[in-house]
């Protein structure tokens, strides 16, 4: 997905938010907490990190492009980072931020 189609679906979500840290990381957030976290500077690949459920944590890891988010995902936490080729289909990507867009959203 290229940037501007990223950041346009980010901010197409309802009361998202997004803010600039970590040393140039794109954060958005819905209510105050993240729900996806991304890079793009000059590497190859856009780093999109990305929380998910419980339950589908196990699936998306296992698929070449995607790994436990570095920080993260070794202290426990379920997030799930997008690093590299082939990783999700733009629509697969979107699909999952909307699902984690909703479920923060509800608290």
Not at 28 to 53: E, H, L, N, P, Q
């Amino acid at each position: 997905m290229v940037l501007r189609n990223y950041k346009d679906f980010c901010y197409s979500l309802p009361a998202t938010t997004h803010v600039v840290q970590w040393r140039g990381s794109q954060v958005w957030k819905v209510g105050g907490k993240a729900f996806v976290i991304s890079r793009w500077g000059d590497i190859k690949y856009a780093r999109v990190t990305f929380k998910v459920s419980e339950l589908a944590y196990e699936t998306p890891r296992e698929q070449p492009g995607l790994r436990p988010a570095p920080n993260l995902g070794s202290r426990g936490m379920k997030w799930v980072q997008h690093y590299n080729e082939p990783g999700l289909s733009n629509d697969g990507l979107k699909s999952y931020l909307g699902e984690l867009h909703l479920i923060v959203s509800r608290g």
